[in-house]
């Protein structure tokens, strides 16, 4: 028995025929206790200090009522960022989904039982997964320049490795029957999944790629603090002149198209699902 189970003993049922049934407690406490001795620790590592937060809390929206009213004339200048924006959140997100496919198959543990390919896969997504946007959009402006490419490659990265984590794991859920008939009468493996598994995560995959590309948006929308293109360039250069009016012009356009792309997306994946 556990010191845990001996400070706090299970409790004890009988049951009429006369036999006894132990219930352990939950370990909540332990897990709470943990929780809480993590956050003492966080805020001492990180020198967190409430009181300055509560003092200087106000100066958040000091620069929050420069931003309105916003500057309705400088609209025309926010078209071609946001217009950049939305197509390296379009194509990034659209090439990272496709090239993760075959990734995700070889990561599937029910269609590949090699154990050192499934685990050298995941291991793969695990590590670009890790790596933050800005980091991949820092990296490829080196490798294509500054332009909106390097935004593209950034976007398509994170697409590849957030899809393909999900993607993997609905696929080792699916309904092995088909697959497995069809290797039994002398199909690939490949042409195996793509007849008998493919159908029946397309829904879902889909759903979660609209999903992905929804966020990719908001995500493109500060590469441009790298040089990586769209609306972050002129975002920085805004806040860097203290142009508050300006850059609440720049929110609202993205919160507008946020909000557009999102309700198209809603739209799309009810019908998926």
């Known amino acids: 028995m556990s010191l845990y189970d001996r400070l706090f003993p299970p409790k004890v049922y009988k ?18 206790l943990v929780i809480i001795f993590l956050t003492v620790l966080s805020v001492y590592i990180t020198g967190f200090d409430l009181s300055v937060l509560v003092s200087r809390i106000d100066q958040f929206f000091v620069i929050l009522g420069e931003m309105f ?61 890790t790596l933050p946007t800005l980091v991949s959009a820092l990296i490829a402006t080196y490798v294509f320049g500054l332009g909106t490419l390097a935004g593209t490659t950034a976007i398509a990265i994170f697409t590849f490795a957030y899809i393909g984590k999900i993607l993997y794991e609905e696929i080792e859920t699916v309904d092995m029957g088909a697959f497995e008939a069809m290797e039994a009468m002398g199909a690939t493996k490949t042409r195996a999944f793509i007849t008998s598994i493919v159908p029946q995560v397309l829904p879902s995959y889909l759903s979660n790629c609209l999903f992905c590309f929804e966020g990719n948006v908001r995500y493109a929308s500060i590469l441009g603090y790298v040089g990586a293109g769209g609306l972050g360039l002129i975002l920085n250069e805004k806040i860097g002149w203290r142009e508050y009016s300006s850059v609440g012009m720049i929110l609202i356009a993205l919160f507008v198209t946020v909000f557009l792309i999102e309700t198209i997306s809603r739209a799309a994946r009810k019908r998926l699902v």
């Open 15 to 32: 049951l009429e025929n006369g036999k006894q049934i132990e219930k352990k407690r939950s370990r909540a406490p332990i897990y709470a």
């Open 69 to 129: 009213p916003p500057r309705w004339d400088y609209m025309p200048q926010i078209w071609q960022p946001l217009f950049d924006t939305i197509k390296m959140s379009l194509l990034g997100s659209f090439i990272g989904s496709v090239a993760v496919v075959p990734f995700a198959m070889l990561a599937s543990t029910n269609i590949i039982h090699n154990r050192v390919v499934v685990a050298a896969v995941r291991l793969l997504l695990s590590i670009v997964r």
